[in-house]
């Protein structure tokens, strides 16, 4: 296949959906045991475009055991940090050799625009795997000079070492398949540790792709393992793994309460970065027109499938009118067509489950009274397309407020003052991002401490860095992402206490 709806494909794209699909295990390619395979679907047609095996529990016991064995046997064990630098800047230059491969993989299985893929997923991927790199050489331990009371007359000396964690399994969403894949091999390499990897059933392909660039990269077999299959399957049977040391998961606050459990029973590390309902606030002397363009970018970037969307516009009574006559005249200049087009700018959801939980979130919303100042509906065709919508006239204790919708949809509701606001914007389970709109400083420093959440933008919106620790507040998740705190979750902390 080289040619998606009407667009021709990269060679390397052509030649990767041409060559057999099958799972990485230690070095070998393999089918699963099953023998099954589950479908890969074009979101922009609905038709399935090619298949990927249906990894299962057998499965995931030989890749847990193939990392195992690289992690206590082989040459990865007893490789230097500076060794482990080295690779993953290879690595991470691989990826940027195959942008464009990578950016169309997304697009035809996400449904993504190519566009976005290229300059958001894939570019932050590289950009990743180059920053944890550095890390790789710089994870330290520290030392201190002990006051043992007990035997006074001996001297003693303590440090710490950072040793890696172990074993990983990695539980990925279908939202950012690739950059999700890298937020979770970047630290687990840096620090040593090997990996089993099951990305989502729905978008399975750049983490097959990625494997192979890791064993061209040099990688020892074992090191990256990726088991492709659905969650309650092959996603369970490694979340609850007596084999692994930690569970890395990213996707809904539902199954990461699962994972959680299930990685507790056998005290596996966990990390969850889970689900969000952000809210976005303008301040009464924000400027309407960025406020608006701010406000559009927050949640029908990657058609509002971003954990951190910013799904409930809080805009002082003030500017409202104009906040959200200008959004909804962005939602509906925006240009919905398949991902891989690159003048797309909004394409379909990721399945046609998801297109129809989107679409009763914005039933359920005009059923309890409120109106669609722009969209409202599905698109046209047979993919998985909704319109960009603009809910107003709602109700804080409507479902459209109070759930994540995960989709190109925002309910934007008037305020009246400051401390109102931020009760608002704090009534929510969730507490993943929240971004506000002002020059007012002294306000706008005055509002940050009241927001529960792990990141707050300023003028900004799903703005993340490398550096910037990321990770969730309340049942948004357990633990950081990225920046040196990441390190924490890849590491075990050893205390060594020497009698002199
Ligand atoms: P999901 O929870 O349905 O699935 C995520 C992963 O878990 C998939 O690989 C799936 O196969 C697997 N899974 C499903 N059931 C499982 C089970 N019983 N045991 C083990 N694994 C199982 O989420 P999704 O629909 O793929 O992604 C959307 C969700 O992810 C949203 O809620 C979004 O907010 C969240 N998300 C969070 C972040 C973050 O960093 N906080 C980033 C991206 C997405």
Not at 17 to 43: F, H, K, Y
Not at 59 to 85: K, L, N, Q, T, Y
Not at 212 to 222: I, M, Q
Not at 262 to 286: H, Q, W
Request: aromatic share 6%; proline share 5%; with cysteine.
């Amino acid at each position: 296949m080289n040619n998606f709806h009407g667009i021709e494909l990269a060679a390397g794209t052509a030649a990767f959906l041409a060559r057999p699909r099958r799972m990485l295990i230690g070095a070998e390619w393999q089918d699963a045991a099953s023998g099954e395979t589950l479908p890969v679907i074009d979101p922009a047609s609905g038709e399935t475009f090619c298949r990927v095996p249906a990894g299962d529990a057998p499965d995931i016991d030989r890749a847990v055991a193939a990392a195992r064995h690289a992690f206590e046997a082989g040459e990865w064990s007893r490789m230097r940090p500076v060794d482990r630098e080295r690779l993953l800047l290879r690595l991470a230059d691989l990826l940027e050799a195959h942008a464009q491969e990578f950016a169309e993989l997304e697009a035809i299985d996400n449904g993504k625009p190519v566009t976005m893929a290229r300059h958001v997923d894939v570019a932050l991927s590289v950009d990743f795997l180059r920053y944890m790199a550095g890390w790789a050489t710089k994870i330290e331990g520290s030392t201190m000079d002990l006051s043992v009371p007990l035997v006074r007359e001996r001297e003693f000396f303590g440090f710490t070492r950072r040793e890696p964690v172990g074993v990983v399994g990695a539980i990925i969403p279908w939202n950012f398949p690739l950059l999700m894949a890298a937020w979770k091999l970047g630290p687990a390499l840096a620090a040593g540790c090997t990996m089993v990897l099951k990305p989502a059933e729905e978008t399975p392909l750049s983490a097959l792709r990625l494997a192979e660039l890791v064993l061209e990269a040099g990688y020892p077999a074992g090191v990256l393992n990726v088991v492709t299959g659905l969650g309650h399957t092959a996603g369970a049977a490694l979340a609850s793994h007596k084999g692994i040391e930690k569970v890395a998961f990213t996707g809904s606050t539902e199954v990461g309460k699962l994972v959680g459990k299930a990685a507790l029973d056998n005290m596996t590390r966990v990390s969850l970065e889970l689900g969000g309902k952000s809210p976005v606030i303008v301040l009464d002397d924000a400027d309407p027109a960025q406020a608006a363009a701010g406000a559009a970018q927050a949640i029908f970037f990657n058609q509002g499938q971003v954990c951190t969307a910013g799904s409930r516009l809080f805009v002082h009574r003030s500017r409202f009118d104009a906040v959200v006559e200008q959004l909804a005249g962005i939602a509906d200049a925006m240009k919905i067509g398949p991902g891989i087009d690159p003048s797309t700018q909004i394409g379909p959801l990721v399945s046609n489950i998801q297109r129809q939980r989107v679409m009763g979130y914005i039933e359920s919303g005009l059923g309890e009274g409120a109106r669609a100042a722009a969209g409202g509906s599905a698109g046209a065709g047979a993919g998985y397309f909704v319109k960009p919508t603009v809910l107003v006239d709602a109700r804080d204790d409507m479902r459209v407020v109070r759930e994540e919708i995960f989709g190109p949809v925002v309910v934007a509701m008037p305020y009246e003052d400051l401390d109102e606001v931020a009760r608002r914007a704090n009534d929510t389970p969730y507490g993943l991002a929240a971004s506000i709109w002002s020059n007012d400083l002294s306000r706008v420093h005055r509002l940050i401490p009241k927001i529960k959440a792990g990141t707050v933008w300023v003028n900004c919106h799903n703005i993340l860095d490398n550096a910037m620790p990321f990770g969730g507040y309340k049942q948004s998740g357990i633990g950081r992402e990225m920046g040196r705190a990441v390190l924490d979750m890849y590491t075990e902390s050893k205390s060594v206490v020497m009698m002199l």
